[in-house]
């Protein structure tokens, strides 16, 4: 019952740059934020992962529940994947967290439960009607002492939640991630760890949020909200089901808990038309060591080096057939529904692996201004194969301009190459957790402190890369999780706390 943060990249809408009030000309001396790239120790592994062999569904909207591909905690393994099974929403569960754990995500995947429900939002003498799609989010979240480190029974979200334990804005259907820490305030505890001993999960969706509103006795913050009831054969509110995986990952052995380094493989879908009629300058066999696709890794290699992230394997998969003649010359991301386009293709990713996948399709939408878009802040990190696994990215520059030789800084503004890396590089941002650091509103930032935040008052409508790159009030535009992407505006910056949440993710090992 929340409105949702869009995940997507956009090109700016406007073209022309509003000024800054009292900054233009001269601008004050102001100096983008930005974390010193790590050094990797070894250039990444480009692997022809040959054709994805996930079969043709037909009209079938897949919502298969995964597993994770970590290791399950047991006697000799103390961090990675705990399976807490099938849970009714309302179910207050118990999980374990040994000593030395840098971060937790807690992920719902549905097994049963209604799809959408008509909302009524009473205020005053007015009242709000709308059909929302339902949500997987947990509905609680408890420390071993008990503290509530987050609760969804509320009204709205803070413009700003850097002092809040644990900030989520990305609600989704059927699949819903939740990790800490990502917020400042909860960096600075979880600095010498996340505390040990039995956290708690309540279990929740819309739907139960819909039960308890109708309830006897409403909690105060959903006080105004009335749901209809589910229609006949739908399942009601109160016993939607969803499989819940708790995900450890373990603290640095040194230092801050959260590791200074680590090393993410990802995997490069190529979902291009059938052949005759490609529109990608590559397949799976040629992009190992075709020229557009090496420059596309070195620059988000590059970009991600920022995070304190090294690129270990990346694997190159061709979209089967069916997926190509489906999806191969354009996917819509009109439909935000799980059985719609852009969801469907990330059911795509391979379960089982440990990756980050990327979708490069030849286009998004039809003429619409979307770069990239991800399936849920944060992804449903080692868990492949969901409505939610993985993003997608517009290939459409791949190869086009002309690009710096190898190893040259990074050139969003000439070569087509890195302009692919940028959107690739900033929807892996938000699958490893990031936000954006000001929405197109100019009036909800991301949870940290590090990173500038851009007013209204910067702009005279939609907030744009250009006016927030002027002081540190008017900040933000050069920064990889800007909401748009300019050319001419856009470094690809990250900060120190940007590293560290990316780095809180399952999928870094
Ligand atoms: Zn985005």
Redesign the pocket.
Known sequence: MHEAVP???ALPILATLAACPGADPPFPPYEEPRAPAVRCPSAPVLVNGGTNPAPDPGATCVQAVRDSALPAVSASATHGWIDLGERTVGEVVPFPVPPGTASITVIEQVVDAAARMTIHFASGSTTQTFIEENAAVVAELRDPAGFLVFTDIRLGGPSDGSATPLFFESYAAVTGTLSYPNTSAALEVAASGVAAGDWTVRVGDYGYECALAGSPDPPAALAGFSCDPPGAGVTPFAQGRYRVFVLTRPAAPTGSAIPATGTLDVAFHLVDALAPGQLMPVDAASAPTHAATLRMVDAYAVLLSQAGLCLGTVTFLDAPDWARSRFGTGVSDADGSACGEFSQLLTLSVPGQRTLDLFLVPRIGSGSATLGI?GTIPGPATVNGTVASGAMVSAANLGAGTCPAAGGPVDVLRCGSDEVAYIAA??SG?YLGLY?LTEHDGRHWDPLTGTPSCRTSCSSAEVSPAACARSTTCGGGPNL?F?SFDPLVSRGYLTAEQGQVARTSPLVR
């Open positions: 995940r997507r990249l991800d900033h929807e938000h954006h999780m909401w």
